[in-house]
């Protein structure tokens, strides 16, 4: 049953992802859930981005705003979260991209069971040059509260819906790495719970070139967030870094 009463805004941060931009936008508008709108908001693209997003623009559902200087995606995200209006909020990165019946299956779960936060399964996939290298769709728990959360950060951004009550004045913290982890701990603190929908409902892209590089320096900032906004000891940060290690090789492997 489709309850497009029901709005939802899409945020969707980009930065030189024009090789993938297209892909993300149209899954976006080939939903069937039809009562959405779509923000980009780009990062002073130097690629091609631009030319890809004015594709879009004659669509009136498909609001853009372009930044004069790089300014990172907490920075995006929170100008998205300000000037969108709707019931629901959710989030897309540009290099990721939905099933169709994302939405509207899961805004009529939330709606039903009067759930405030949701996610899903997803699956990752290697990007290398042109090749996609698809993993194991993930098998996460049926729900998360903080402290789980903070030794299993498996709910993925690109799969989440979040009502707007609850977001309320919470915004994303201008740090280099992890600020979407942060926005979760932040909303678990408040929410309490936060509950996944049966379903898989996202693609997310891994680009190869990254990840070797970017594992160190994501542990360094993991340990920073915890120690100075969620006040862990130092025997509660190590194992929460440990644990959230654990898992990510479980779902990425070790590459």
């Excluded at 004045?169 to 309490?192: G, M, P, R, V, W």
């Amino acid at each position: 049953m489709k309850n497009n009463n029901l709005s939802i805004d899409i945020i969707m941060p980009n930065f030189n992802k024009a090789r993938y931009l297209k892909e993300a936008i149209e899954s976006v508008i080939n939903q069937t859930y039809k009562n959405w709108k779509l923000y980009i908001i780009d990062d002073c693209s130097s690629d091609k981005s631009d030319e890809i997003i004015n594709k879009f623009r004659q669509k009136n559902k498909i609001k853009y705003v372009k930044l004069k200087k790089n300014k990172g995606p907490s920075f995006c995200r929170n100008i998205g979260i300000r000037i969108s209006d709707s019931n629901y909020i959710s989030f897309l990165d540009s290099d990721d991209y939905w099933v169709k019946n994302k939405l509207e299956d899961q805004i009529n779960f939330m709606n039903k069971n009067n759930f405030s936060f949701t996610y899903t399964d997803y699956i990752p996939f290697i990007q290398k040059n042109d090749n996609k290298k698809f993993l194991e769709k993930t098998s996460l728990k049926s729900s998360f509260n903080f402290n789980e959360f903070t030794l299993n950060s498996s709910i993925n951004t690109t799969t989440m819906i979040v009502s707007r009550s609850l977001i309320k004045n919470l915004k994303f913290k201008k740090i280099k790495k992890l600020e979407d982890y942060l926005f979760k701990c932040q909303i678990l603190k408040q929410s309490k719970i936060a509950y996944k929908f049966n379903s898989t409902s996202a693609f997310y892209r891994i680009l190869d070139k990254s990840r070797s590089s970017q594992r160190l320096h994501n542990i360094l900032y993991l340990w920073k967030i915890n120690q100075k906004y969620n006040n862990f000891s130092i025997f509660r940060n190590l194992f929460s870094i440990f644990m959230i290690s654990v898992n990510s090789i479980k779902k990425y492997g070790f590459k």
